[in-house]
């Protein structure tokens, strides 16, 4: 049988799928964004908290870097399933450009900001990379991968998502069933395996594995594409997967469990792409047939609208309330630290949102903005 599928039209009296809210995916990016500021804290130098405390917290967010596979595979899924069929490609870039860069803009000039402050130094190279949206493709380098706001070096991986997004929907919308399922399995197979083989590459190419597993743009693709074959099956009413209770359940064993013991390499995203999948396609479908979810709620949906905000300022706060805080030779509880940062961090957020990302949205997108959810 052919992957390709002929293009038909039917006719349908019922509205398109793609316009059902999927406010379960935007309360789940909420809490992938925790996981990952849980992580930055627990991982980053802090000033409180016994070393028995700092080392329990470590163990409990070790897969948070898993989190940003998460929010690649809902990328691709989201764009599939809003793609509009007479759109643009400059329209679509347009787009694209007003929903991540004046946030990252902003964030940037905060991180230059709070470097000053701490007497960190300023490297005019990094920040150009930066800036530019390149520095994940800097093999080998730390310094340039998380300078300034580290975080950002995600939205480089984006930048070639978006770039790549036109043609390579365009490819994958002509699958047919048949090939969408082995998109999603030969992706997911492709992601598992890729650490047993990462010691072959290092040894070629001189690449660090966590550069090649985590940072590298073309890596990730894979993830971005497996979410836009699985977003496309949706859509179809091709999904066949286990409901968003099992999914879900199967995340968080894998998040808590299995991934403490895997080879290290495998917690970047190989142990979780799965569950990962099946969570996403099975919220997914929980919202298109009105099915019960957890995350629909309206405090859940604004948490995750902000998520992308709140991901961008959160590693920012780390760092200036730990500096704070010695410099002051205060000392507070681990738990009243983290709650400190994550407090900070969702104000900060809310601001980012609301009077940067929003306005920004209006501003360069060539008009008014349809409120939708889940948006990547």
């Given at each position: 049988m052919s992957l390709i599928a002929?293009?038909?039209?039917?006719?349908?009296?019922?509205?398109?799928?793609?316009?059902?809210?999927?406010?379960?995916?935007?309360?789940?990016?909420?809490?992938?964004?925790?996981?990952?500021?849980?992580?930055?804290?627990?991982?980053?130098?802090?000033?409180?908290?016994?070393?028995?405390?700092?080392?329990?917290?470590?163990?409990?967010?070790?897969?948070?870097?898993?989190?940003?596979?998460?929010?690649?595979?809902?990328?691709?899924?989201?764009?599939?399933?809003?793609?509009?069929?007479?759109?643009?490609?400059?329209?679509?870039?347009?787009?694209?450009?007003?929903?991540?860069?004046?946030?990252?803009?902003?964030?940037?000039?905060?991180?230059?900001?709070?470097?000053?402050?701490?007497?960190?130094?300023?490297?005019l190279?990094?920040?150009?990379?930066?800036?530019?949206?390149?520095?994940?493709?800097?093999?080998?380098?730390?310094?340039?991968?998380?300078?300034?706001?580290?975080?950002?070096?995600?939205?480089?991986?984006?930048?070639?998502?978006?770039?790549?997004?036109?043609?390579?929907?365009?490819?994958?919308?002509?699958?047919?069933?048949?090939?969408?399922?082995?998109?999603?399995?030969?992706?997911?197979?492709?992601?598992?395996?890729?650490?047993?083989?990462?010691?072959?590459?290092?040894?070629?190419?001189?690449?660090?594995?966590?550069?090649?597993?985590?940072?590298?743009?073309?890596?990730?693709?894979?993830?971005?594409v497996i979410g836009i074959a699985v977003a496309l099956l949706v859509k179809k009413g091709a999904w066949r997967g286990p409901g968003l209770t099992a999914s879900l359940a199967l995340s968080v064993l894998v998040v808590f469990g299995p991934s403490h013991v895997m080879p290290f390499d495998f917690h970047w995203a190989a142990d979780t792409v799965i569950p990962y999948t099946l969570t996403i396609a099975a919220a997914a479908r929980a919202d298109v047939r009105g099915e019960p979810s957890p995350f629909r709620n309206r405090i859940n949906v604004y948490l995750g609208e902000v998520s992308f905000a709140f991901y961008l300022v959160h590693e920012i706060v780390i760092f200036s309330v730990d500096h704070f805080l010695k410099s002051h030779h205060f000392t507070i509880p681990l738990v009243a630290h983290l709650g400190l940062v994550l407090a900070i961090s969702l104000g900060g957020a809310v601001l980012l949102h609301e009077y940067v990302e929003k306005p920004g949205v209006r501003l360069l997108s060539g008009g008014r903005r349809k409120k939708q959810s889940a948006t990547a």
């Open positions: 002929p293009i038909t039209t039917v006719p349908s009296d019922k509205p398109p799928t793609s316009r059902v809210r999927l406010d379960s995916l935007t309360g789940l990016r909420w809490y992938a964004a925790l996981l990952v500021a849980c992580f930055h804290f627990g991982y980053e130098e802090i000033s409180s908290g016994t070393s028995l405390h700092v080392f329990r917290l470590k163990e409990i967010v070790y897969a948070g870097p898993s989190a940003v596979s998460f929010f690649f595979i809902l990328s691709g899924f989201v764009l599939a399933w809003s793609a509009r069929p007479h759109d643009t490609v400059t329209g679509f870039w347009r787009r694209r450009f007003a929903r991540i860069y004046p946030s990252h803009l902003v964030t940037f000039f905060v991180a230059v900001v709070t470097m000053i402050w701490m007497s960190k130094a300023l490297d190279r990094i920040a150009l990379a930066n800036l530019s949206l390149l520095q994940s493709w800097i093999p080998n380098r730390k310094d340039w991968w998380f300078g300034y706001n580290g975080v950002s070096w995600s939205l480089s991986c984006e930048f070639l998502f978006y770039l790549s997004f036109p043609l390579v929907m365009k490819l994958v919308r002509r699958f047919s069933t048949r090939g969408l399922w082995a998109t999603v399995v030969i992706g997911n197979a492709c992601v598992v395996l890729a650490p047993l083989y990462m010691k072959s590459v290092e040894h070629a190419t001189g690449w660090d594995p966590k550069f090649l597993l985590y940072v590298f743009p073309p890596m990730r693709l894979v993830e971005f």
